[in-house]
C-alpha cells in the first residue's frame, strides 16, 4: 500500500507543477487579469 500512497504523492506533486507552469505562462492567470477556471485547466 506504501507504493501506491508514494505513487499517488508523486502524480500529485507533477500535476501540481504541471498547473503551475501553465498558470505562469499564460496571461489570464496573471495578476489584474480575468484567471481561469480549474476546469478548463484540469
Not at 25 to 34: L, R, S, Y
Amino acid at each position: 500500500m506504501t507504493m501506491f500512497k508514494n505513487m499517488g504523492s508523486s502524480i500529485r506533486e507533477l500535476s501540481k507543477n504541471l498547473v503551475m507552469e501553465y498558470m505562469k505562462a499564460t496571461q489570464d492567470c496573471k495578476p489584474g487579469q480575468e484567471g481561469k477556471r480549474q476546469a478548463i485547466i484540469f
